[in-house]
């Protein structure tokens, strides 16, 4: 399929050839990533024949506190009844925009399939689920916008055609904590699909599909908000289908990339600014036009004295149909954080065919039953 980079950090049970690069085809056993005195993580036995969290889907509050990565603390509604959302109007009784502006902990669900046109960004507030399966819900005219708040699972929605200025499908920021985007379709906004600012923080984003878009995930407001140094964000499982850049954008954050697929961007797929750290993990990477999958930007920090890139760290990734890294070769003043530093385990497999398919057919809004609620009556 293409060339890979090395992985040192894990192996593989039963591997006939520990020098070997990762075959190109069949679905081996993922990893299972964790710390042990710098030795090598162990592997969960068994093939991997779906994504990740095929457990979530036995009940309807399974989906709280598991997360993988940065994002794994976040519980949304949990310990909350149960909101109907009646109708497909912006706003007033059964609306989303009523349920997710309420103060107590909420696990919405939806009784209607349909479209829901927002006429202004839908504020959430925090120890909120909101859960689309069951349903087809679609969100556009603006998007949601998580400000100030925690605790916060959106699960199985679409977003597409936000329209205006700072129109993003989801804003995260101001000093947002403990969230997960998980199972979301997102295209075609004006401005951002989501964008991670000011100082918010501890976010996974999960088996997402993005298409149809130019500047696709933002990680850190601008160089004068060092603040954002605090970020921490995990991105794993999703497809990046043809968006033109940002995938993502860091600056000041800690990203932990692993087994998304990349193809076919515009400008490039992976971007390290002002003191970022990305650690890019058996990703798939296809060029089209543009070869280079890895860029680096140079920005001051208001309170350095002289400007600075980010760092990439490349373990395991398969770059194919010609797709160059484009690392940097020099990096003395620069490191990178590994996630063994902040979250124990992580499910991770080699970078194959099989990984590539399963991720272009079972990511983003799926026709998925609303499972049976078996903790809290409402």
């Not at 046109?117 to 349903?135: A, E, P």
């Not at 373990?315 to 003043?333: C, P, R, S, V, Y």
Request: glycine letters at 8%; one cysteine or more; a positive charge.
């Amino acid at each position: 399929m293409g060339n890979s980079h090395p992985l040192h950090h894990l192996h593989r049970k039963n591997r006939n050839d520990s020098n070997s690069n990762f075959p190109h085809k069949g679905a081996p056993s993922p990893f299972k990533c964790g710390p042990s005195h710098h030795h090598p993580a162990q592997l969960q036995s068994g093939s991997m024949s779906s994504l990740p969290y095929a457990h979530v889907d036995c009940s309807l509050r399974a989906l709280a506190g598991q997360a993988e990565g940065f994002g794994r603390f976040a519980v949304g509604g949990l310990h909350g009844p149960r909101y109907h959302v009646t109708t497909l109007a912006d706003d007033g009784p059964g609306s989303l925009r009523d349920g997710c502006c309420r103060k107590e902990p909420l696990w919405i669900v939806f009784e209607v399939s349909g479209t829901i046109h927002l006429s202004s960004f839908l504020s959430v507030s925090s120890y909120k689920t909101i859960d689309g399966r069951g349903q087809r819900v679609k969100l556009t005219g603006k998007g949601l916008r998580l400000k100030e708040c925690e605790h916060v699972i959106i699960c199985n929605l679409e977003f597409e055609g936000g329209k205006g200025p700072d129109a993003d499908a989801i804003q995260i920021k101001p000093n947002a904590k403990h969230i997960w985007v998980d199972r979301c379709s997102l295209r075609d906004y004006d401005d951002g699909l989501i964008d991670i600012t000011r100082g918010s923080t501890d976010i996974t984003v999960s088996r997402c599909h993005f298409s149809q878009h130019d500047k696709t995930i933002l990680i850190g407001a601008d160089p004068s908000h060092s603040g954002d140094r605090c970020i921490r964000v995990t991105i794993h499982h999703c497809f990046f289908d043809g968006t033109r850049q940002r995938h993502p954008r860091v600056r000041y954050a800690k990203v932990h990339l692993y087994n998304n697929y990349t193809r076919n961007w515009g400008i490039y797929a992976v971007c390290a600014s002002v003191e970022s750290q990305i650690y890019s993990q058996c990703n798939i990477y296809e060029a089209g036009q543009k070869k280079v999958a890895f860029k680096y930007l140079t920005e001051k920090a208001p309170d350095k004295n002289k400007a600075m890139t980010g760092c990439i760290r490349s373990e395991g990734d398969l770059f194919i149909a010609g797709t160059q890294a484009g690392l940097m070769t020099d990096a003395k003043e620069l490191s990178t954080f590994h996630p063994s530093e902040y979250y124990p385990t992580w499910t991770v497999e080699p970078p194959t065919d099989t990984l590539k398919q399963v991720i272009q057919h079972s990511t983003g809004w799926q026709i998925v039953q609303r499972p049976a609620d078996q903790a809290v009556a409402s």
